[in-house]
Structure formats: C-alpha cells, structure tokens
C-alpha cells in the first residue's frame, strides 16, 4: 500500500499522519476538542471511545468529509487541512460500506482507479488482485445488493484498498456484523494489514476489538485523546479512572494521600507513594486480585466478606464487600483455588504493589 | 368490516369511478361515431373525424407549439428542479422549509390568478412581446414546484454515504452527480419531467392569455367550441388524453420501480 507513494516517507520515524490542535464543533456541539495525534505508517491505531465521544467526526475529519473549526492536518509531510476527500491519500470504509447499489462489486471495488484514469490492464489487474485478497471472487459480478453483511464489508473494504492509500480509514469497520462474522472479520482485518502493509486507523467502541486488533490505542473522550499507547500499556497503566473501567474491567477503591502515604477508605495505609495530597483512587484488575490463605505474603492486604459468587469455568468471579462498604470483585482461576469458599465467608484479600495504580481522583 | 357495509364501499366506489370515467370513454367513443352531433346513436364507427382534423394546418401548427413548448418546459424545469432540489436536501430544515414553501407557491395559487398576475407583469411592467417563451416562462412557473417536490421527496431517503464514497474514491462533485446520485435517483427524475409534460401539454388558463397569437393543442380545442362544436374536438381530447396518460403512467411505472 505504501509502495506508490513510500518515497515521500524517507524520513523514518517522522509521523505519517499529523494532527495538531484539531477541533471541530457544530454550533453550540464540540464534537473534536483540540486533538494532537502522530500516527506512524503501518500503525494499526484504534480510535476508542464511548458512542457520542467524537470518534466519527475525528475519522471524517482527516479523510476530508468535515473542515475542522480550527487545527491542521498533516500527511505524509503535506498540510492537508483545506482539502477535499478527492484530494487526499487516504481512503474510508464507511460505517454503512456506502457500496453503489447500481453497480456491481467489480464496478464498486474499479470505480476509483477509472476516475484516475488507470489504463485498463492494471486496473484489471489491481481490482482482480484485491477481490482476491479479500475473498470476493465468486462474487465479484453480483449487485451488493446480494451480498450479506460481511461480504459487502469486504467489498467496502477492497474498493478502498484498491486505491492504495497511504492511511485507510475505517468507522466501526466490525459493528454491524454478528459476533462469529466479527471475529472472522477480525483476523481478516490482520491478515490484509499484514499483508499489504499500509497505515490503518479504525474507530470502535469495543474494546475488545481494539485490544485485538490495533498496535497502539487512542482512547477518546468527549471530544478529547484522553490516553494513548500500546493496547498492553493502556491495559495495565491507565492514567484515568475513565480508561481504567473502559479498556478491561477494574475495581476502583478511593483514599487519600497526605504526604506520601495513601490512606484507603477500606482501612490499610500503602506508603511511599509519590504525587500531590489529595483525593486519590485506587484501580486493582479483577485477575490481580487474590484470596489469601493466612500465610500468604503480599504488598496489599485487607478483609472483606464474600457477597457473591459465581462459578465461570476457568476462572470463580468473587464480589468481595470491604470494610468500607466499597465492593471489590476478584477473578480467581478455578486451579489456585485451595478450598471452597461461600457467601457470607470472611476471609482476606490482596495483591502484589505492582498490580494497582494510585490515580488522582478527578 | 361486516359483509353488508363491505358490500356498499365496492358499491360506492364503483359508482365513483364509473361517474368520473364515463364522459372520458364517451370522449373517446364519440371521436370514432359517425355520428356529428356527439350524440347517441353515433351510428358506425369511423376514423374520418381524424381524417379531418390532421387535415386542418391550423391543428398541426397548434401541435407543434405544443410540443415545443412541452419540450423546453420540460427540460428546463426537470433540470433546474433537479438541481433545486439536490441543493434544497442538504440544507438544515429551518433554512430549506421556508424556500421549499415559497418554490412551491405557484402550485398552491389558482392558475387564473398566475395567468392575470403574469399577462400584467409582461405587459405593463417588462413590455415584453407576448410569444412561445412567455408561455414556456409561465408553464415553468407551475411545473418547477412539481419537479422540486418529488426529486426533494426521493432525497430524503438517499444515502449520503454513497456521494462521500465517490468523493472519497477520488470523483469531484460534477462525477459524483452524473455517475452516483443521478443513476440512482433517475426513476425519479424521469417521472418527474414526465409529470411536467402532463402539466405543460393540458395546460390552458396561462397559455391563453399569455400566447397573445397562435394555438397550442388546448386553446385550440377552445376557439373550436366556440365556433364549430363539430367531433373533431373529441378526437383531440383523445390525443390530449393518449398523451397524458400514457406519460403519468410512464411516470408512475418508472418511479415505482427503482426508487
Ligand atoms: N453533522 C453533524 N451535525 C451536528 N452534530 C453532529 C454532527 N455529527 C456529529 N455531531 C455531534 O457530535 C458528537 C460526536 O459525534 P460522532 O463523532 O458521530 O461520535 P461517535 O462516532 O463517537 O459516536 C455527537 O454529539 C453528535 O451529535
Ligand atoms: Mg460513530
């Protein structure tokens, strides 16, 4: 995907796509508040953020379809911000596909490269080649409207990467399909990145998805990047309580700190901690979580009772409340459990001190 | 619904329709009776008042104009009406309301006041010539609304998605318009100049008094009366009606297939 237009990234590790101080607002509506985001070429970056956060209009904005209210879009070194969508290398899967029901998948996927004009050979050639990467080949002369959900997504698909764009765009590429077609979907999705090799930027509410799929992660919310890094980075140091609980699921306790030492509401005091005084959170995964026999060694102990219990296989997920009436809840795998335990049971609860993160509570 | 009252809505009905069909079937059986005084019995059937009428020059001159008319009404009006309309679609409804209410004024006025209110502004006011382009500008006035209305109508169910699709595969807005948003709402815009053909070929009140000489098939029939009620006139209220109903049907076959 790189290979046209590569030369104009010599420059290594300089961003392929630039965005610096982008907004957008619709009236009173700040949809994109101020944005700055380096995507390097072939990331595979997941835009991730609840519905409403802004995530589309992001999208929309660098492929073109929206003018920011301010900001500036850079890509592949080239200020793009005054540009149309017919102007810019990228290209977009939109959320309904947007596939020509008057025209055939073949037509859909040539439309592109005949507006530029490619001489017909190649064109055959190129739009042969993308049917067949995605797998549209007995297909490829049916109207889309024959086509199911997941066969036109792949149509969508292969008429965008046809072009050879230096970033594809892509919105809730996954939402509409079933769960069996969306996890297909996804290692499809891998396999064509990995295989063409081109920048991917898609926009998602699951983050599931995003942990499956991307190699870094922007999380959004209310118009705003609120975090961004690494799937495993974000995982394990959110650096809010609103990534916490929305990447994984996590358990927040609230304390304080005074001087360096963080006091929780459910009684224990966890020393040298470093940071400003105040109102502070807590954030512990449910896997990190241990029911402790008497003599088990751990940075963080406290008590609680066992308020329910369910059985899930692999692991037994235990709702745990503490002395603070602030609940806790614990994945613990069905194998490191020693004895049964039951409802109402007393027991004590920790975890090692590298597995929480102490946050100011905003 | 119980039988009975089942039975008097078919009964109804049918008295409807037969009422409002049977002077159309009498139009017509009467422009083939031999009969002249479009009257019962009409005696045999014949095709001489045809005959006669593609005779008569006056009724060819009074055809041409008609189509002329009918054709540059219905070019212009399907065109700019099509454009009207896209343009009218994407606006925010506060802006696009008022301007679709006063586009369509026209329509809503009765004809014979568009006719005075136009005969004064093109003789007092701009002085200009009454001719075939006056009554082409005064039949535009009343077909444009129905070209805007219906082409607006399809727009609100158009995917969007599909012109951002073509931007976004490199198509500038006049390639997008001809291979994406005209191909796929082509149905409609055919039924709608077929609907202004319908409108412009029976139009008569704004012809009349905006045509200062010369005929156009309806006021032609009209001066006919006047003078000779002779069946002739029926043979063409049948061509009139060949024409417009074969054009509204056209329209609706078209409009409902596709869109
Ligand atoms: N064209 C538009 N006109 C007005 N408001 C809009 C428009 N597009 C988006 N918005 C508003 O901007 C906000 C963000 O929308 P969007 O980017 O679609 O969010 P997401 O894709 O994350 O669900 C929402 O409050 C939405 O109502
Ligand atoms: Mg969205």
């Known amino acids: 995907m790189v290979n046209d237009r590569g030369n104009q990234l010599n420059q290594k590790d300089s961003p392929l796509v630039r965005l610096r101080d982008l907004s957008k607002s619709f009236g009173r509506v700040e949809a994109v508040k101020s944005i700055n985001l380096d995507i390097k070429s072939r990331d595979f970056l997941a835009i991730l953020g609840p519905s409403g956060c802004g995530k589309t209009t992001l999208l929309r904005l660098i492929g073109g379809f929206a003018e920011p209210s301010n900001g500036t879009i850079e890509i592949g070194g080239n200020d793009v911000t005054r540009l149309g969508p017919e102007r810019r290398p990228t290209n977009m899967v939109f959320q309904g596909y947007g596939l020509f029901p008057h025209m055939t998948v073949r037509e859909n996927i040539a439309y592109g490269l005949k507006i530029q004009k490619v001489s017909q050979s190649e064109r055959e050639q190129r739009v042969d080649d ?95 990047i609120v975090q961004e890094g690494g799937p495993e980075d974000i995982y394990a140091s959110p650096e809010s309580r609103f990534v916490s609980t929305f990447i994984g699921e996590a358990n927040i306790l609230s304390g304080r700190r005074q001087n360096s030492v963080v006091t929780l509401a459910a009684g224990l005091d966890l020393p040298s901690s470093s940071g400003p005084d105040g109102a502070v959170i807590l954030v512990i995964r449910p896997e990190a979580v241990q029911i402790l026999s008497d003599n088990s060694q751990v940075d963080v102990r406290t008590e609680g009772t066992i308020v329910d219990k369910v059985y899930l296989g692999a692991y037994v997920r235990f709702q745990i409340q503490l002395s603070s009436d602030e609940f806790i809840t614990a994945n613990v795998p069905t194998l490191n459990l020693s004895k049964e335990y039951f409802s109402g049971d007393r027991i004590a609860v920790g975890w090692a001190g590298k597995d929480h993160r102490i946050l100011m509570d905003s | 619904m119980n039988r009975s009252s089942e039975w008097g809505w078919w009964g109804f009905g049918t008295l409807v329709v037969v009422f409002m069909t049977t002077p159309l079937i009498l139009v017509v059986l009467f422009s083939f009776g031999e009969s002249a005084l479009t009257n019962f019995p009409m005696g045999g059937i014949t095709g001489k008042w045809y005959d006669e009428l593609f005779a008569n020059r006056e009724f060819w001159k009074a055809f041409r104009n008609s189509l002329t008319i009918a054709g540059v009404v219905v070019v212009v009006s399907t065109g700019i009406g099509t454009m009207a309309a896209l343009t009218l679609a994407r ?164 409009s409902r297939y596709r869109a």
């Open chain 2, 91 to 254: 606006m925010r409804p506060t802006l696009s309301q008022p301007l679709l209410i006063a586009l369509c004024l026209p329509v809503m006025m009765p004809p014979l006041v568009i006719a005075i209110a136009l005969l004064v502004y093109y003789v007092r006011w701009v002085g200009v010539e009454l001719s075939l382009f006056t009554v082409i500008l005064g039949h535009l006035l009343v077909t444009q609304p129905f070209v805007i209305l219906i082409v607006y109508a399809r727009m609100a169910t158009f995917n969007y998605e599909l012109i951002d699709s073509a931007r976004d595969l490199g198509a500038n807005s006049w390639i997008t318009f001809l291979t994406v948003t005209l191909p796929i709402i082509r149905s409609t815009v055919i039924g709608a100049a077929l609907i202004a053909l319908a409108v412009s070929l029976d139009e008569f009140l704004i012809t009349f008094f905006t045509i200062s000489g010369g005929n156009t098939l309806p006021t032609f029939v009209f001066g006919k009366i006047r003078t000779e009620m002779d069946p002739t006139i029926n043979a063409i209220a049948t061509i009139l009606l060949v024409l417009t109903v074969s054009s509204t049907i056209i329209a609706m076959k078209v």
């Open chain 1, 130 to 224: 993308v049917i067949g990467l995605v797998r549209l080949e007995e297909l490829a002369d049916r109207g889309t409207g024959e086509l199911s959900g997941g066969q036109q997504q792949r149509a969508a698909l292969a008429r965008a990467i046809v072009m050879r764009p230096q970033v594809l765009l892509l919105d809730e590429p996954l939402a509409a399909l079933d769960l069996k077609l969306r996890q297909a979907m996804q290692e499809e999705l891998r396999r064509i990145h990995n295989e063409i090799g081109g920048t991917f930027v898609f926009v998602t509410h699951d983050q599931g998805e995003a942990l499956a799929l991307s190699n870094r992660i922007a999380v959004m919310d209310e118009g705003n």
